[in-house]
């Protein structure tokens, strides 16, 4: 009698996935929701004292941390390595570069800029971390701090763990997960229990540095659908936002990154282009024009003295609110960006990456941010009636709204700006989904379609969870749950660094041998 022949069979749920990272995941991330949907309150207390922990005493690291990797990414760029290319000798780009920035845009800050990009200029304007507020200079220096959170230093970020892992993926054939980072450190070893802790804490930092994003998202989806339609504004019809969408991102992750998130990241950045020429066009254009040239000159003027300032004589309360909050969010936020943008990445050259990823989203990011937060600047100083400020220091998430408010035709920009939110939720929610299945199916391209399901719905589960357990305080539960997820991040994103650079030495090592680029 003979044993019937056990056929492999592609679609199983255990086909692709890493029983142990898949187990250890969700017992963490389930643990979470459990604790922060049954003991709110206690859940809210605990994640706040470890986030007093971290900005006392390891927000300087945070500092250091993302400086470097500005500083090295540059250097790379501009070193003999930059040539190299992310695959092998015969590999070219898979995607166009329209569609390529589109996709990793979308996916970097689309959703986070929108919903900042009126209101941190206003509130430093109202708070500055130095001199007086309320002034031309509190104006001027808004913006320069805008763009200090949101610029160089938050792609660099990105860059260092999405060149790191479409570098050993694809030039060394390794899975598609953070694990492949620590090959030339821990060889064979990251196949086994080592390899498995580092993708879960990938996961963990994935998963909420997403779920504060999709909450900045639902905050303000709220305060659109209020202003276009009266909906209430309150966490419960927050959390119902959160998974009428969670929804559509389920959808759309179904169809595949060449089809349906393609198409969907390149309208996000049609209609984000045409919103914006409307804003500078309706706005102050000349305005616009001069404070850009003034706020880049003032940014790059006083970016050693930003990315060093720990506040240790004026003290760090408002350190701690935006800049250790920014860097902590981008940290988490890393692997599922970084995996994301490596996975749309392959046969590109390092210098190709660095440029693309660190210096074009910059530049956009300082347009998008002098429209909307200039024009808002503009008519808090020479319009003061309007009181946009008093509005936005009361909501934030009546920022951008406020600022339409006063501008012609803001119905129709108010329902446009909100359609942008929503579609940005939609790609944020779809892109993590796509990195999360990598990460717990030993970087699978390919996995059964039930997983992304599972993971979509997890998503929006960890989002939901952060505003019931912040209430009132939503958006302070969402800062500590990112600055908290940042911290296991940073350390991986440490040694990716030293791993990478020890790798492409040794590409040089061999005698008598160039390496293909």
Known sequence: MTTPR??????AFFATVNPSVFIASAII???????GVLAPTAAAKAFSAVHAFITQYLGWGYLLTVSFFVVFLLWLAASRYGTI????PNDRPQFRFSAWFAMLFSAGMGIGLVFWGVAEP?????NPPMGEAGTPHAARQAMIYSFYHWGLHAWAVYVMLGLSVAYFSYRHRLPLTIRSIFYPL???????????????LAVFGTLFGLATSLGFGAMQLNTGLNVLFGLPVSPAWQVGIIGAITSLAVISVLSGIDRGLKWLSLFNLGLALVFMAFVFVAGPSLFLLRFLLDSVGG?????????????????SEWQKQWTMFYWGWWIAWSPFVGIFIARISKGRTIREFIVGVLGLPTLFVFVWLTVFGGTALHLELFSPALSIAEAVNQDTTVALYQMLAALPWSELSSAIATLLI???????????????????SRGAKHSPRRQRVIWGLTEGAVAATLLIMGGEQALQSLQTGALTAGLPVALILLVASVSLLRALRREYEVPGVQPQI
């Open 422 to 440: 929503a579609t940005y939720f939609v790609t944020s929610s779809d892109s993590g989904t796509f990195v999360v299945d990598a990460l717990i």
């Open 299 to 315: 940014y790059f003027q006083q970016i050693v003295g930003m990315s060093l300032y720990t506040g240790a004589i004026e003290g």
């Open 122 to 126: 206003i509130l430093h304007y109202q």
């Open 85 to 88: 290319r992310l695959g092998q």
């Open 29 to 35: 991330i389930g643990g979470f929701v459990g604790f």
């Open 186 to 200: 821990l060889g064979d070893r990251i196949y086994g229990p080592i390899g498995h802790g580092i993708d879960v």
């Open 6 to 11: 056990r056929h492999f069979r592609p679609n």
